[in-house]
């Protein structure tokens, strides 16, 4: 008990000289020499109590069970990845969550433009998501992942309960980040403050009126302003450093030169970082929206301000859902065959074995991709009632396109044609990395953050 006492005000490091790294190591050289994901959940059933047992004498219960899982999952996707296999018995590492399908602007490129509307270019959907569904998605990944991005296509501040289902997700110990436009009339500040987010991402690409709204368009600045002033102010109320606020600025070639005022106001606001991003190209929906020639970059606004605060770990340490995670830890890994097959000639895509992605309405997609109308981006459909969607006939099908050469063809998912970016997911390395120094950066020292996130 003294033990957990000092631990939970000093780092392991002051405590003892002990960290993660023996014990993952020897996880790591177990698992790396398995030829088959029936040998790697071997190696992760026998490795369970020696975890435990060390996570315990620094963490306490349930937290050491949920940080073993997380591990151990993130081993056991690495297998699968590198194995090609088609069937994973690991959960994803991250979850994209849309809590509300609609948006009110209709910027271009976006699901939401009147161009790609008229056109029906996309699937879209409108809808909302029920507390329910989500808490039955957290149930069967939850215990597993390391974070949830609470954006893709939707406008996450139009579900009012967003900032319960973002304290649902802390209950399993999970890192929270969302993207919102903050154009919106009905916003409660101190329910996101106190809701245990870690990151709000503002998308915010101008400085005036004018230049802001011929991207974001029927976006209101005068409200943005005004939700970020309150919600700046409840911070401080509170007394809390998170959410951690970033300004992210997309820079086009029509509002670059309002670069300068956008991080002086961000500034004088109280952001906490102002960032610069490169956009996707977008001149199929609008010609004359050009992306700037620019490098993008992050200026930090507030030295105390992190994107994963320590204490915002756990922060409500009596809600942990211990029986659902002690639950979890207690289930052996399913065995069976993975469907392992020679790796094709390059590179398989990360999204198919680190995330996950599920939209408003229960749809299932693989990633960040809008879903076009041949439903070929739709890989299943979660209605809470059971089964494993992360391997669904869509997910082991697209998983065995990079093993073999499989034509494009109907019915075959986009990724047979897909030319995106195949390695970097919404919750990869840096998220991992992340997750692990928020929650003891000595005991997960460089080497443990490296083993765990460095594939
Ligand atoms: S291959 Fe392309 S479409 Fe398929 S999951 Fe990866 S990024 Fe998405």
Redesign the pocket.
């Known amino acids: 008990m003294l033990g957990l006492l000092l631990h939970h005000f000093f780092p392991a490091s002051l405590c003892c000289s002990r960290t993660a790294y023996r014990t993952l190591a020897k996880i790591d050289r177990e698992i790396r020499s398995c030829c088959d994901s029936d040998a790697a959940i071997a190696v992760l059933e026998r490795s369970k109590t020696d975890l435990l047992a060390l996570l315990r004498a620094r963490f306490g219960s349930p937290a050491a069970e949920a940080l073993a899982l997380k591990i151990l999952n993130i081993f056991l996707a690495r297998h699968h990845l590198h194995a090609r296999s088609q069937w994973v018995r690991s959960r994803p590492i991250g979850l994209v969550v849309d809590p509300s399908n609609m948006c009110r602007l209709a910027c271009p490129g976006c699901v939401h433009s009147a161009r790609s509307q008229t056109l029906k270019v996309f699937d879209w959907r409108t809808g909302t998501l029920p507390e329910d569904r989500f808490a039955a998605l957290l149930e069967l990944y939850g215990p597993y992942a390391v974070g949830v991005y609470f954006c893709n296509y939707g406008e996450p501040l139009l579900n009012l309960h967003t900032p319960r289902l973002i304290r649902l997700a802390k209950s399993y110990l999970l890192a929270t980040a969302l993207s919102t436009s903050l154009s919106v009339r009905r916003f409660d500040p101190e329910a996101y403050v106190e809701s245990g987010l870690d990151v709000m991402a503002l998308s915010i690409d101008g400085a005036t009126q004018g230049v802001y709204e011929r991207f974001r368009r029927h976006g209101e600045l005068e409200v943005v302003l005004d939700n970020l002033r309150e919600l700046v102010k409840a911070k401080r109320r509170l007394g809390r450093r998170t959410p951690m606020l970033s300004w992210n600025f997309l820079a086009f070639e029509h509002n670059m030169h309002e670069i300068p005022l956008a991080r002086r106001m961000a500034r004088k606001l109280g952001v906490d970082q102002f960032r610069v991003v490169n956009p996707f190209d977008v001149r199929w929906d609008d010609p004359e929206m050009r992306p700037a020639v620019m490098k993008a970059g992050v200026r930090r606004l507030n030295w105390l301000a992190i994107a994963h605060a320590a204490e915002n770990w756990n922060p409500f340490p009596r809600s942990v859902d211990a029986v659902a995670i002690e639950r979890a830890f207690e289930r052996p890994w399913p065995r069976g065959s993975a469907g392992e097959a020679p790796p094709g000639p390059g590179p398989t895509?990360h999204?198919?074995y680190k995330n996950m992605v599920m939209d408003a309405t229960g749809r299932i997609l693989?990633?960040c991709?809008a879903p076009r109308p041949d439903g070929r981006?739709v890989f299943a459909a979660f209605d809470s009632s059971g089964g494993d969607p992360f391997n669904s006939g869509k997910y082991r099908q697209?998983r065995s396109l990079f093993s073999a050469a499989v034509p494009p063809s109907d019915g075959v998912?986009?990724?047979a044609q897909?030319e995106?970016d195949?390695a970097t997911v919404n919750i990869g390395g840096p998220e991992i990395r992340h997750y692990f120094r928020a929650a003891d950066p000595a005991f997960f020292d460089r080497r443990s953050l490296s083993l765990l996130s460095g594939w």
């Open positions: 895509c999204w198919l693989p990633c991709g981006l697209a998912p986009y990724c897909c995106w195949h």
